[in-house]
Nanobody
Framework: QVQLVESGGGLVQPGGSLRLSCAAS????????MAWYRQAPGKQRDMVAR???????NYADSVKGRFTISRDNAKATVYLQMNSLNPEDTADYYC?????????WGKGTLVTVSS
């Protein structure tokens, strides 16, 4: 059974930082393409950052230079380091895995940026 479990969300002040983690099980993590998506209230779910199984990354324009995605294959975990957070970053953040042509999703973790 595939499981993606996010953690690390919470309340942070503008300008602050958070690191999200997504622990994967039930998949061959090493070959999965991993990504973070986010969905703000009333908006669609959008890709934030993606990392290939070879470590190639790409980011949404809105987070370039502020967010960093990384992966630890030994721990089957993908991370999202988020710096210089602003209220527009408030959303539910979801972990996504693509492997064998199939999509898998975590249940999400809420990030709230507010003073």
């Amino acid at each position: 059974q595939v499981q993606l479990v996010e953690s690390g969300g919470g309340l942070v002040q503008p300008g602050g930082s958070l690191r999200l983690s997504c622990a994967a099980s039930g998949i061959w993590f090493n070959i999965a393409i991993m990504a973070w998506y986010r969905q703000a209230p009333g908006k669609q779910r959008d890709m934030v950052a993606r990392i290939s199984n070879g470590g190639i990354t790409n980011y949404a324009d809105s987070v370039k230079g502020r967010f960093t995605i990384s992966r630890d294959n030994a721990k089957a975990t993908v991370y999202l380091q988020m710096n210089s957070l602003n209220p527009e970053d408030t959303a539910d953040y979801y972990c996504n895995a693509i492997i064998g042509g199939r999509d898998y999703w975590g249940k999400g973790t809420l990030v709230t940026v507010s003073s």
